[in-house]
């Protein structure tokens, strides 16, 4: 093995993670990472492309608590933050704008896996806890061979410590934590390892975290809520590890997740009922954090997890088996009372009518089930190879209901005796003046394989491919007021093909391994949901009326990196790269009708490049440097029935939700404390840029931000501009702590987000922006103390 194999580095927090002493840490060195990227043990330096791991040491280092604050460590790889368990993620760029929460047949651009399981669900991107995490796995560029549709930008893998058969471990963790202008959180958390016998293992995690709200909501009759946006996340993970003979080793296991939220991370500038045009009612101009709400809102997320993986080892190779089974229950219940309103003024309902309180239920029902098989070699031979095949079946009932008490007398009233009987299409609740059911059936079936050929001591080729076979079938039909009606609609997506990859890998020198590759990835296809007419005005109809499938969305990746090992622990790995994308599925906001599109837009590319920095020239001192320049753009201009250009999309017009420029840096100092007899300290470091980006393409056109309701009401013409930048301004986050550490404790005191940034994250415009305009904003300044306690036999 050469020396860039054995390459080592110094990390202070790990060692104090891991229970190790300052005084010992002159002695310690870390190995390299060990990732199961390629479904085969190897290091991160002997990955033939990019990939970054993120450890359990780096994550407590960085402060990140969840995807999100993960992704600005992490060159390439973003997160749009569209409300609690509501993220989108993209990778290098490759992003289709902005996908809500009615749109279920759009699929993910990355794959999301935990250890062997897919757990990827379009907007809907699981919010693990990272509790007892070994690492977290990005692999950048298209993984279309290994791990199939949805990784057309990237995977993400959460990689859990397993089951121990040796030792008796456990630690558990304390937090509080206090929110500026915000409300107190904190958590438990801990881990427990049995061995059971000398051929299993019992390894039990589990968790409970507060989360503190730091949105405020003003009320109809003046008054205010404090921190509406509050939540619980709670969860267990149990892995039964059985070794019934040296060579077969058996993991069933349960994950169960429940996440509850009060509200969400949206501060208002605009809406129906509170903006300074109104004179019959309160002039209101909302400030930073606030919003109005007539009623309370939530969102839960409750996700059970079952699978397990049997591993037989033989002579010269090593067959793996994964199934799981994934449900998950959905629900986001938001305040659409100024969208039904907007609706009704429109319609010349009494104010009565448009003050109605409106709740939009949006539920996901989702089962799926995955079955993997495989075989990869395991001797040392000049050939190295993995084969497989790979089934899922996915089951996701998606419903819609807008229960608003009242509204099918006001209809009556106004529209016609037995107007809402009418329209009701079958639903029974005719004060919901929207209802729809659209349950989804995907079937998936693929083989797969790479092999790889050391076609000399230096240079290694690897060439690979899938064949895969997707069935969709979806069906829709709707009801109320609000809704196209009409019969039940059946539709079928059909696609199958060929993804290749081709991987070289030439080791320079004992230091530096420079690497390139050509690999393909694809999205599905689907088809869009019925507009609501009875929302659209005649000009959005004839815009958005004609779009009804897309096509699969293809891509090409050419990359080339390098990635060197030298003395003081330092490592540099950078990676140039170009994807060709053909036929990407866009998403629009289908102005007034309150309805989104998906479509093909014939050409688009990204470009960039990523580099990543470790090292340690002190003893005590350890640093870390990453970042991302990246190009997205579109090659191809898309035009509307009328001939105008549609939503931005536009021959050289950026993409949306990705910067242009993203980096990080962080560092952390050791030192010898003399109080508690002698204890070790540290203090990090870490400052997180990322740069500006849009929400969706439409933004970025001239005129985007300018919005008029065309409302009259509470003495508002509706003809009153309100002015809004879209282009989501770069940010900076600082995090500081400072650690204490004796034997198998340590306390940590901790700031988040420093300087209290308010960073708006994503733009939410309800109706086309007619009823509300907002922007997604992030967790203020966080002050706070965790206290660690590892034990062991």
Known sequence: MSSVNKATRGLAAVLVAAGISGSAFAQVMIEEITVTATKRESTIQDIPFSINAQTAADI??????????????????????????????????????????????????????????????????????LYDLNRVETLRGPQGTLFGSGSVGGTIRYITNQPDLDAFEGHVELDLNSITDGDIGGSIKGMVNMPLGETAALRLVGYTTEYGGFIDALRENGSVTSDVNSGNRTGVRAALTFVPTETLTITPRVVYQEIETDGFNRQEVFNLYANPHTTTRPAIQLGERQQFLLLDEEFSDETLLVDVVAE???????????????????LVSRDASALTGSVSVDLGYPDAGVLLPSNLRDTTDLKQTTYELRASSSNDGAWQWVAGFFMSDVEREYTQRLPTPGYAAVTDAVLGAGTSAAVANGFPNLDSPFNSDLPYDIEQTAFFGE?????????????????YDFDETRTIITGGLFAGGGPQQVNSTTSDGFTPRILGSWNLNDNVTFNAQASQGFRLGGVNDPLNTGLCTQEDLQIFGSFQDYEDEKMWNYEAG???????????????????????QVTLDAGSCSSRISFNVADA?????????????????????????????????????????????????????????????????????????????????????????ITQPSDQVSGAGLFTSGLPFGGAAGDELNVV?????????????????????????????LGDENANTSFDRERGGRARLGFRTNMPRTIGVTLRKRFSN
């Open 60 to 129: 407590q280092r960085t402060g990140a608590t969840d995807l999100e604050g993960l992704s600005r460590n992490i060159a390439g790889l973003t997160v749009q933050n569209l409300g609690p368990g509501q993220s989108q993620v993209a990778i290098r760029g490759v992003s289709a704008g902005q996908i809500v929460r009615d749109q279920p047949g759009v699929k993910e651009q990355v794959g999301v896996y935990l250890d062997e399981s897919v757990i990827s669900l379009s907007l809907f991107t699981p919010d693990f806890d």
């Open 312 to 330: 037989a080892e033989f002579e010269s190779f090593v067959v793996t088996f994964a199934a799981s089974q994934l449900d998950r229950e959905i």
């Open 451 to 467: 092999v790889t050929y050391d076609v000399s001591d230096t240079f290694h080729l690897t060439v690979g491919g899938r064949f």
């Open 562 to 584: 390098i990635k060197s090992t030298w003395a003081s622990g330092v490592t540099f790995n950078a990676a140039a790269f170009y994807s060709d994308i053909e036929d990407l």
């Open 605 to 693: 590319h990204t470009a960039g490049a990523e580099f990543e920095l470790t090292a340690q020239p002190l003893e005590s001192l350890y640093f870390s440097l990453s970042g991302s320049i990246l190009e997205s753009e579109f090659d191809s201009t898309v035009t509307d029935a009328t001939g105008a250009i549609l939503g931005g999309v536009q021959d050289g017009n950026r993409l949306a939700s990705v910067p242009e420029f993203q980096f990080a840096a962080t560092g952390s100092y050791l030192f010898p404390l003399e109080v508690f007899g002698g204890s070790d300290g540290s203090v990090t470091l870490s400052v997180q840029h990322v740069g500006d980006r």
């Open 725 to 753: 930048d879209l282009e989501l301004d770069p940010y900076t986050i600082v995090n500081l702590s400072v650690s204490v550490e004796k034997n198998d404790w340590s306390a940590v005191a901790y700031i988040r987000n």
